[in-house]
């Protein structure tokens, strides 16, 4: 079965733009998390949905967003982007909660310039 | 913020050698899970190993865990080339939900 698909793979953007990424899960998993990693501060967690609804969330500014659309689709948007916003975003999806590990796509390089 | 913390940060090793990395955690955990990620691609489940289990198996990979002392040791028996890529552990928090909490890693590089 086909993976964790994200788009795009590769971003250069502006400071105070805003970016949008996308995230395809395997089928039928319905729980889709974000993480963002640098070199700095490593792996860091930023949000997870589940059927639509945002089931945890990171301590990330409010800048950092997303949703989660009924075909379980992930998107996430950060607004306002700053320099310390690059970094590799990735997202991870699971058929459910439990003793079952993440699969994970392979990432969206965000380069803010 | 990081949960866990790997030790080592790095490590060179020949092929057919076995590669050990530990982790240590700060708080309860459900679970813990190891993954691989190659060159900064996306990260590989490798094995999870239950709150509740001492010791998990696959392949050539070796799992413990200590929930007493709150480390993990990932061993890689008769490593490859192949092997070559960065190491991380990461907690599945009884606190945190259904967030992972990563540590930083162990870059492993096994050369033939």
């Known amino acids: 079965k086909a993976g964790v698909t994200q788009t795009p793979r590769y971003l250069i953007k502006t400071r105070g733009q805003q970016v949008t990424l996308s995230c395809s899960p395997i089928?039928?998993?319905?729980?889709v998390s974000w993480y963002q990693q640098t070199p700095g501060q490593g792996l860091q967690f930023l949000f997870e949905y589940f059927s639509e609804t945002q089931r945890n969330k990171g301590n990330f500014p409010g800048r950092f967003s997303g949703r989660q659309f009924s075909n379980s689709r992930s998107e996430m948007n950060v607004s306002t982007l700053e320099l310390g916003d690059s970094a590799l975003y990735l997202c991870?999806?699971?058929?459910?909660?439990?003793?079952?590990?993440?699969?994970f796509g392979s990432g969206t390089r965000l380069t803010v310039v | 913020s990081q949960q866990g913390e790997e030790d080592p940060q790095a490590l060179s090793i020949q092929e057919g050698e076995n590669a050990t990395m530990n982790c240590s955690y700060k708080t309860s955990i459900n679970n813990l899970q190891w993954y691989r990620q190659n060159s900064g691609r996306g990260l590989v489940h490798l094995i999870l190993i239950r709150s509740n289990e001492r010791e998990k198996h696959s392949g050539r990979l070796r799992v413990t865990l200590d929930t007493s002392k709150k480390s993990s040791s990932l061993l890689i028996t008769a490593s490859r080339a192949a092997d070559t890529a960065s190491y991380f552990c990461a907690t599945d928090e009884i606190k945190a939900g259904t967030a992972l909490i990563f540590g930083k890693g162990t870059t492993l590089s096994v050369s033939s």
């Open positions: 991870a999806s699971r058929f459910s909660t439990g003793f079952v590990g993440y699969t």
């Open positions: 089928s039928g998993h319905r729980s």
